[in-house]
């Protein structure tokens, strides 16, 4: 059983009753520059998911908010002064969103906290994290700058001049699992590019992006170049299909993204799709499982299982499968679960009573289909004013087998699978045999080897004995995990349209 929580009611009540947040109950969105009300009058509210209280709303968007959003960014882009300044001068605003970005930090991880309940030792990074995207695109300016000339290959005397332009008005629709990096990394090459922007954050997370607005206005963008619209995924549909969009960037689930795709098929619009995932981690016979210990949460179970391309299923060669239960339900058992906005935390509720409840539905199919639970397997009951929180214990399947649910479909919360494999070649099969190809590990103490198990993972990022983002590369899925990539410059090319300018010498 995972590590209970000793919080008292007065404990978390406390923490939350100690909580002085500018957002909580807004009526307002940010469109041309300024907080302006919404045209209408539906309100969605915002929930705690570790006590399962309502304490904020925001507006719900009217097409009439949309429709503002998109002609404030449409002027900014064909008449403003942004796509026209030098990429860096652009840069030098960057710079200055990072400064104010992390002049936030700390409120910004409390509001994203209460919203979705991450950890806050999860959320009080997100400030730093999102800063180093800022500066990290403000370096690709000398990118942009540069002269791109191309001689014809066959033709002497005749050469190309080859321009990068900003593609135009872009809508950014991100998660609830990461509300604020999931846009940055689409908003700072945007930004860069001399794109402007309509951002919709996910419905269960609308005010912690107000942040990050704050920064870009406080760093004196200039009005219409970023806008803010809150609302159901009704909304967001309009905002795929307004005529006045250029392009779309989406993180979320694949069926919605497919939805996402279809529409913008159909527009001949750009669009990038970062989807879901069911990524593997690999054993190998020769893998030191004590430094597999000490990276299992954040590799495959980060944010309470609520990470697109954690690896949650666990490939042990037979010969060590036991070893490999007994340290992962040894990891995954022993950690806190409780109030997320204790630093002792180390998981916390699914982030909605819906994603609570789908969580809960696979844990049910793993045990019903013949897997066994070595912790969890079963909704946590805590108490201290948590008793309304939407939390599962963190769950580590065994005996589990390749066709059952759970080792095949995205769970999207806190549940770990261990399946067995004879030899390499099998564990690369199992790993490979998905609709998905987000992340991936292979753990081994001999990096060649585990280097050519990663070549052959049909994947768009794998880690060896470790995952993380690198801003400087491609992060992307294949398959069902989506179109497209994101950081890089290859993620700063998902925002320019290229233009071949061809000229005798």
């Known amino acids: 059983m995972t590590a209970p929580s000793m919080d008292t009611a007065p404990a978390s009540a406390s923490r939350r009753a100690a909580l002085e947040l500018p957002y909580a109950r807004v009526d307002d969105v940010f469109i041309d ?26 507006p719900d968007g009217t ?113 609830w699992n990461f509300p604020i990096n999931l846009v940055v990394i689409k908003l700072a090459p945007a930004l860069l590019a001399g794109c402007t922007v309509v951002i919709k954050p996910a419905s269960p997370t609308p005010l912690s992006i107000r942040f990050i607005v704050d920064a870009v206005s406080a760093a004196g963008v200039p009005a219409g170049v970023v806008n803010l619209v809150t609302g159901s995924g009704r909304m967001g549909d ?3 299909r307004h005529p006045g969009v250029d392009k779309v960037a989406f993180t979320g689930s694949t069926p919605v993204g497919r939805r996402i795709a279809a529409a913008c098929g159909e527009l001949l619009r750009p669009v990038t ?141 806190p549940v770990l699978t261990v399946l067995r494999y004879s030899d390499v070649d099998e564990a690369v099969a199992l790993a490979n045999n998905t609709e998905f190809g987000l ?16 070549d052959r993972m049909d994947s768009g990022s794998v880690g060896i004995n470790f995952f993380a983002s690198n801003h400087a590369a491609p992060f992307g899925g294949r398959h069902d995990s989506g179109l497209g990539t994101e950081y890089g410059v290859e993620g700063l090319g998902a925002y320019l349209s290229f233009k071949s300018i061809h000229r005798r010498v």
């Open 33 to 58: 520059g300024a907080w302006v009300p919404a045209r209408g009058v539906g309100r969605n509210p915002v929930t705690d998911p570790a006590t399962g209280e309502v304490w904020g709303e925001v």
């Open 63 to 175: 097409r009439e908010d949309v429709d503002s959003a998109v002609e404030a960014a449409r002027r900014a882009f064909d008449h403003g002064p942004w796509p026209r300044l030098r990429p860096s001068e652009r840069a030098a605003y960057l710079l200055r969103i990072a400064d104010e970005i992390e002049a936030r930090a700390e409120v910004l991880a409390l509001t994203n906290t209460r919203e979705n309940g991450s950890p806050i030792t999860e959320t009080r990074g997100a400030a730093a994290n999102a800063a180093g995207i800022f500066r990290y695109f403000a370096t690709l300016a000398e990118y942009l700058e540069g002269e791109d000339v191309r001689p014809f290959p066959f033709a002497p005397g005749q050469e190309s001049v080859v321009r990068r332009d900003p593609l135009g008005v872009c809508a950014l629709i991100a998660p």
């Open 238 to 240: 309009s905002l795929v």
């Open 273 to 413: 799709l970062e989807l879901g995932g069911k990524s593997s981690a690999i054993v190998l016979p020769d893998a030191d499982l004590g430094a597999m210990a000490k990276v299992l949460i954040r590799s495959s179970m980060r944010n309470t299982g609520q990470t697109c391309y954690i690896s949650t299923r666990i490939l042990a060669p037979a010969s060590r499968y036991d070893e490999v239960v007994d340290m992962a339900t040894s990891v995954i058992g022993g950690a806190r679960q409780g109030d997320p906005l204790d630093p002792a935390t180390v998981f916390g509720p699914s982030a909605t009573r819906s994603q609570f409840e789908t969580v809960m539905g696979y844990v049910e199919s793993g045990l019903a289909e013949g897997a066994r639970a070595t912790t969890g397997g079963r909704a946590a009951s805590l108490g201290g004013g948590l008793e309304g929180g939407f939390f599962v214990e963190p769950t580590v399947f065994a005996d589990v087998t390749p066709s059952m649910r759970v080792a095949r479909e995205e769970i999207f919360g």
């Open 439 to 454: 992340g991936g590990l292979v753990f081994s103490q001999d990096t060649d080897a585990a280097l050519a198990v990663a």
